[in-house]
């Protein structure tokens, strides 16, 4: 069966302590993971799309990697806007919907 | 249009009664998709739209509740007889033209049936 799955559940860091989230999949015929980002009470915003092994995708603090078990959000010198839900999903074979994780909710203290 | 708009933000009603969820997509995107949410968990998906029709509703949880695009854009989630259990954010996607394609998700629509 198509499964995500998403580590830690919950992760608190300091202001500019550096870490990672994982989203792991066993899904046949990746076709895309999705990683979003999600404040309270606010639909999930885009950040990254990554299609194949070795494919990395970096915005600002973030960085996206890719395996063909996992994914990898690294977060580099987060900052407090940086608190939110970190959502994971993926397209495979010949799924007309995203598989999801159930999300890492991220706190950084100031 | 900017963004995926969804309209209203927020519902509450009575148990019983009858709610219709809006959604506007982005301009251009075919495909469209409908979620729900409750808290702390991820989307669950309900219905898929490519063009006007439904491409996969598996998601539906029963017959009470439909969706439609009559037009190819603008579609309209329906929920009859709603019960306090179909309490929880109603999100809505689209992307350009398929699900292996980025989905820009709208704010959602806060639903409370009490």
């Known amino acids: 069966e198509d499964q995500v799955t998403q580590s830690p559940e919950a992760l608190r860091l300091q202001e500019g302590e550096s870490s990672s989230l994982n989203c792991s999949y066993t899904?046949?015929?990746?076709?895309?993971l999705f990683w979003y980002r999600q404040d309270p009470g606010k639909g999930p915003e885009f950040l990254f799309t990554l299609y194949s092994a070795g494919e990395e995708k970096e915005k600002e603090r973030l960085k996206a990697t890719l395996t063909k078990k996992e994914s990898f959000l690294h977060i580099t010198a987060p900052k407090p806007e940086d608190s939110a839900t970190y959502l994971c999903?993926?397209?495979?074979?010949?799924?007309?919907?995203?598989?999801w994780g159930l999300g890492t909710s991220l706190a950084v203290n100031p | 249009g900017a963004g995926v708009s969804q309209t209203p933000s927020n519902k509450v009603t009575e148990k019983g009664k009858y709610v219709e969820l809006r959604c506007d997509p982005i301009s251009g995107h075919t495909a469209l998709y409908w979620y729900r949410q409750s808290l702390g968990q991820g989307p669950e998906f309900l219905i898929y739209f490519q063009g006007t029709g439904a491409a996969d509703d598996s998601g539906l949880p029963n017959d009470r509740f439909f969706a439609v695009r009559p037009e190819g854009s603008v579609s309209t989630l329906k929920i009859q007889r709603t019960e306090r259990g179909d309490s929880a954010v109603y999100l809505c996607?689209?992307?350009?033209?398929?699900?292996?394609?980025?989905?820009?998700f709208g704010p959602g629509t806060r639903l409370l049936v009490l």
């Open positions: 999903a993926v397209n495979a074979g010949n799924n007309r919907k995203l598989i």
């Open positions: 996607a689209s992307s350009l033209s398929g699900p292996q394609e980025t989905q820009y």
């Open positions: 899904v046949s015929g990746l076709r895309g």
